[in-house]
């Protein structure tokens, strides 16, 4: 008798009998059940964690368009007070003496006098001046290696002293404001928020407090005693200098006519 192909064949005129699936089948399920069971244990464990990785990513989110905001709308609107202007004025009981002035009402003599004084490449870096780096590790930190740049930041957004964390987030807040700012703008900003003597912020209000004139008219000599008290304006005086602040003010009148002349002056100058 023909077999069909889907008959078991027959053996001892018996039909071979197909095995059984049954037992197999169920220690499948079960073992899909623990599976399942096992998964929705590890995810009840792990969803604070998930919470928390969101909730991070999403707040530094939050900051980061906070900060980009802030640090662009301070490119074109002078900063209605700084950490360092609020402190002072509350040390010594009284309103610091600042008022704010555009960059053309100061004198350029008084952009390159800074510049010369506190950072000669400002033209040439994008925010940290690596060579004044090496130089100061060289040295073995007895130096400073700040750029104009990086002591901007600090003195719009953060305070004077110096933890690990300030300099972190000046680290990250600097290439955002050279990204952002034109350099002329940080020469405006910084000379806007320095303090030059002991209540007096900006160099209009240095220029009328040593000299009684306004920052657009200020010389040659008065713009690099200005620059000369810093970054100590508490322990120097740009009216009655000392010899150290009368040799380093020759110094920086010498170094803002050289950048003038070599074109490391030609990016802040109007």
Not at 73 to 83: D, I, K, Q, Y
Not at 153 to 180: C, H, I, Y
Not at 216 to 234: E, H, M
């Amino acid at each position: 008798m023909a077999v069909g192909p889907n008959v078991p064949a027959m053996a001892g005129g018996k039909p071979k009998q197909a095995p059984q699936q049954g037992p197999r089948l169920n220690k499948s399920k079960a073992k899909q059940g623990r599976s399942r069971k096992e998964s929705g244990i590890v995810d009840k464990i792990l969803a604070p964690y998930r919470w928390l990785v969101k909730w991070s990513i999403r707040s530094v989110l939050t900051v980061g368009v906070l900060v980009l905001a802030i640090v662009g709308l301070f490119g074109f609107v002078a900063p209605p007070t700084t950490h360092t202007i609020w402190s002072e004025g509350r040390r010594l009981g009284a309103p610091v003496d600042q008022v704010w002035v555009d960059a053309d009402q100061i004198a350029p003599v008084m952009f390159r006098s800074a510049v010369a004084a506190e950072d000669a490449n400002f033209c040439l870096h994008w925010g940290f001046d690596v060579e004044a780096i090496q130089a100061a590790i060289e040295a073995g930190g007895t130096r400073g290696a700040s750029t104009i740049s990086q002591q901007v930041v600090k003195n719009v957004f953060l305070w004077q002293d110096r933890s690990w964390v300030r300099k972190g987030m000046e680290a990250v807040l600097t290439p955002v404001a050279e990204a952002m700012w034109s350099k002329r703008r940080i020469l405006e900003l910084y000379l806007n928020v320095a303090e030059f003597d002991e209540g007096v912020f900006g160099v209009q209000s240095a220029a009328q407090h040593y000299f009684g004139v306004d920052a657009r008219d200020l010389s040659a000599l008065q713009a690099a005693r200005l620059a000369a008290v810093l970054p100590s304006p508490k322990t120097r005086s740009a009216s009655r200098p000392s010899n150290f602040v009368e040799r380093r003010a020759r110094s920086i009148r010498g170094g803002a006519e050289t950048i003038n002349q070599d074109g490391r002056a030609d990016c802040f100058q109007g």
